[in-house]
């Protein structure tokens, strides 16, 4: 799904090899689309290690992805979420404080941040163990397969609801000031 924005600024000339990118300042809501496509990316390797450790244990690929899924968890995530809860989700509360079924909404993403927040922390310690060279099942209780599900289904109802609601309602005035939110959080990092 692709956002609709006022303004189409890219990183690249027309020349470039890198394509377009889109601009955090200038497209912030394309640049969270572009967040849950890495977070996409990152929950199909989780389930894909989960099969690759029943196969063939915790060889050096699986700590290569095990690393890799904790780090894009540890650091990008966090400051998704927050993107969204500091930022995107109160401006947009601001501007239809009488749309009671957004609140609603913005309320269940909120918890699901934090449900999946508590399911990172279980799956995190297992991940630790595998980047490390070390065993641990990822099938158990179906932990990777939950949390994966959980983090693509939330994702794309982010996307068809709030994301939307958020291309249609905003202006270019609430838009930059996200957009400048989004890139100082990544700036203080």
């Not at 967040?35 to 990316?41: I, L, M, T, Y």
């Not at 404080?97 to 449900?115: F, I, N, R, S």
């Not at 995190?124 to 949390?147: M, P, S, T, V, W």
Request: aromatic share 4%; glycine share 4%.
């Amino acid at each position: 799904m692709k956002i609709p924005v006022a303004s189409r600024n890219t990183a690249s000339s027309p020349d470039s090899l890198l394509g377009e990118i889109p601009s955090m300042q200038d497209e912030p809501l394309e640049m969270l689309v572009a967040c849950h496509g890495r977070v996409r990316a990152f929950t199909e390797t989780l389930k894909r290690l989960a099969q690759h450790l029943q196969q063939k244990g915790a060889d050096r690929e699986a700590g290569i992805a095990a690393g890799n899924i904790l780090r894009y968890f540890d650091v990008a995530a966090p400051k998704h979420h927050q993107d969204e809860e500091n930022d995107l989700f109160p401006l947009l509360l601001a501007q239809s404080p009488d749309d009671h079924q957004l609140a609603v909404l913005v309320a269940q993403l909120h918890a699901d941040h934090l449900m999946m927040g508590e399911l990172w922390l279980r799956l995190r310690e297992k991940l630790l163990l595998i980047k490390d060279g070390n065993y641990a099942d990822l099938a158990d209780n179906e932990l990777a397969q939950h949390f994966a599900d959980m983090y693509q289904q939330h994702a794309a109802r982010e996307e068809e609801t709030v994301f939307r609601t958020a291309a249609q309602r905003l202006d270019a005035a609430q838009l930059a000031q996200l957009g400048r939110s989004m890139s100082a959080r990544r700036r203080d990092a």
